[in-house]
């Protein structure tokens, strides 16, 4: 049996995260002592490398839980698990999509700024972003 410290020590993570997975319901302690010390089983491990190389590939701890929940269905098979991933793997891909056109848009704005020392009003980014907000508050 582990206690919690040989367990974060173990799996590379603090006391305080393992016991917000616990209140989150992804772990759970095997039993506790007497004197309320939680004792976690040798798989306690295995299921905190799980957690962490899952969020490790964007799954948020409600997906992992699903996961995990999935990994002891025995109705649930290796496509639920699949269409999990093709579908987080989605929404990464939109996010890239999103992020890419933010850095597009940084990009032209830094290029219309010489820098140098004008002052804030003549400040063509300052400019951009003000004239972007009027535009967005005139859409209908």
Do not use: W
Not at 23 to 37: F, I, S, V
Not at 57 to 63: K, N, Q, R, S, W
């Amino acid at each position: 049996m582990l206690t919690i410290g040989k367990l974060a020590k173990a799996g590379h993570i603090s006391a305080d995260a393992l016991r917000y997975y616990e209140r989150e319901g992804l772990l759970a302690p095997e039993r506790k002592t007497d004197g309320g010390y939680r004792l976690y089983g040798e798989d306690a491990v295995r299921r905190v490398r799980f957690i962490q190389h899952a969020q490790a590939c964007g799954f948020t701890l409600a997906e992992i839980r699903e996961l995990l929940h999935l990994r002891q269905a025995d109705s649930a098979c290796c496509n639920d698990v699949k269409s999990r991933a093709i579908e987080k793997k989605l929404q990464l891909a939109a996010k890239i999509r999103v992020m890419q056109a933010m850095s597009a848009a940084l990009d032209r704005l830094i290029a219309e700024c010489a820098g140098g020392e004008l002052p804030l009003d003549d400040c063509p980014i300052l400019a951009a972003l003000e004239a972007v907000g009027d535009e967005a508050t005139r859409m209908p």
